[in-house]
Nanobody, 124 residues
Framework: QVQLLESGGGLVQAGASLRLSCAAS????????MGWFRQAPDKEREFVAA???????YYADSVKGRFTISRDNAKNTVYVQMNSLKPEDTAVYYC??????????????????WGQGTQVTVSS
């Protein structure tokens, strides 16, 4: 029952940076893990990064060292800082809350709430 509102996508050149934000509703945000997924055209939605209720972080191998997920519980917001962007990062990015709060959302079937998606396009 978490409502998610995303922002921050855009068109950038390879090597540039973007910061995506996801504002969550509900007083239970601080007790919930959160994640980011992405989906390119004609591809399955894939895991990007996640953060536990206590702040532990998890990343797909493809983004390790370049992306950083964080959260600000006082603002009910989760972020992903994306550096050194590559054309392969081009996708619609979705914020996600898990169906079970304490579980890390690493696959779409674990997600209970999705953001609307924000387009990230990296040109080369």
């Amino acid at each position: 029952q978490v409502q998610l509102l995303e922002s921050g996508g855009g068109l950038v050149q390879a090597g540039a940076s973007l910061r995506l934000s996801c504002a969550a509703s509900g007083r239970t945000f601080s007790n919930s893990a959160m994640g980011w997924f992405r989906q390119a055209p004609d591809k399955e939605r894939e895991f990007v990064a996640a953060i536990s209720w206590s702040g532990d972080t998890y990343y797909a191998d493809s983004v390790k060292g370049r992306f950083t997920i964080s959260r600000d519980n006082a603002k009910n917001t989760v972020y992903v800082q994306m550096n050194s962007l590559k054309p392969e990062d081009t996708a619609v990015y979705y914020c996600a809350a898990p169906r079970v709060k304490i579980l890390i959302p690493r696959v779409p079937s674990m997600v209970g709430s999705w953001g609307q998606g924000t387009q990230v396009t990296v040109s080369s």
